[in-house]
């Protein structure tokens, strides 16, 4: 249970992205007063998990529904948290993990960031909804690791919502490069979890000679 819990955590920190989004947060309400900057990222971040969480409570019921299978799952969500830890560790923004530029000014032109660009797609963006519904899959039904896992998204968003809070504080604290170093080093974690869910999902497709479909035993949910 503890090694789900700290696997979904770093899947989680590294797909949200909380000093990225702080430094964005910063940038996009330097004309807030105090009062508001708060109120906005506390918005932003409930926000956030009301979309995220029920990504995770029903990602069996959306696999059922679309006929896709474990494996087919483990796989493809691998090769997309790859995409992105790529991109984490050459510090390059795609949008998978960040706003893209012209995200960035339609965000610049809007009076309230709460919803757009902060709640989704900086904090609830695609990589943390699919990882959240690839993270549960691998539970395997158990309550304990499920839990585990939600408990794990909680504790990402509340340390997104103290690092908004102090978003001018940590940009300053950290700079551009201190930033990009804990970028890049999330970044490399999550690119190796990514080949391992890969591998974990052609071990159980059973286009391996010799290995039974979905006998391989999935890396994070040993408790």
């Known amino acids: 249970m503890?090694?789900?819990?700290?696997?979904?955590?770093?899947?989680?920190?590294?797909?949200?992205?909380?000093?990225?989004?702080?430094?964005?947060?910063?940038?996009?309400?330097?004309?807030?007063?105090?009062?508001?900057?708060?109120?906005?990222?506390v918005k932003g971040v409930v926000i956030a998990s009301i979309v995220l969480i029920p990504f995770a409570v029903g990602g069996k019921v959306f696999l059922m529904a679309f006929g896709i299978s474990?494996?087919?799952?483990?796989?493809?969500?691998?090769?997309?948290l790859l995409l992105m830890g790529i991109d984490m560790v050459f510090a390059r923004h795609s949008g998978g993990t960040s706003t893209t530029p012209e995200e960035n000014e339609e965000a610049a032109?809007?009076?309230?960031?709460?919803?757009f660009p902060l709640a989704t797609p900086l904090l609830a963006g695609p990589g943390t909804m699919g990882a959240?519904?690839?993270?549960?899959?691998?539970?395997?039904?158990?309550?304990?690791?499920?839990?585990?896992?939600?408990?794990?998204?909680?504790?990402?968003?509340?340390?997104?919502?103290?690092?908004?809070l102090l978003s001018g504080l940590v940009n300053?604290?950290?700079?551009?490069?201190?930033?990009?170093?804990?970028?890049?080093?999330?970044?490399l974690l999550l690119c190796a979890l990514a080949v391992q869910f890969v591998f974990d999902g052609i071990l159980g497709s059973g286009l391996v000679p010799g290995v039974e479909p979905s006998s391989a035993a999935p890396t994070i949910v040993q408790p």
């Open 109 to 115: 032109a809007s009076a309230d960031i709460t919803v």
């Open 2 to 41: 503890l090694e789900t819990a700290s696997v979904a955590f770093a899947t989680f920190f590294a797909t949200v992205g909380p000093l990225d989004v702080a430094a964005v947060f910063a940038a996009l309400t330097t004309t807030y007063p105090p009062a508001r900057r708060r109120s906005t990222a």
């Open 172 to 187: 300053r604290a950290l700079g551009v490069t201190g930033m990009q170093v804990v970028t890049r080093v999330f970044g």
């Open 70 to 80: 474990l494996p087919a799952l483990r796989t493809a969500g691998g090769i997309l």
């Open 132 to 164: 959240a519904i690839l993270l549960m899959a691998e539970t395997h039904g158990d309550w304990q690791l499920q839990v585990a896992v939600v408990a794990s998204l909680a504790g990402v968003m509340l340390l997104t919502l103290v690092l908004l």
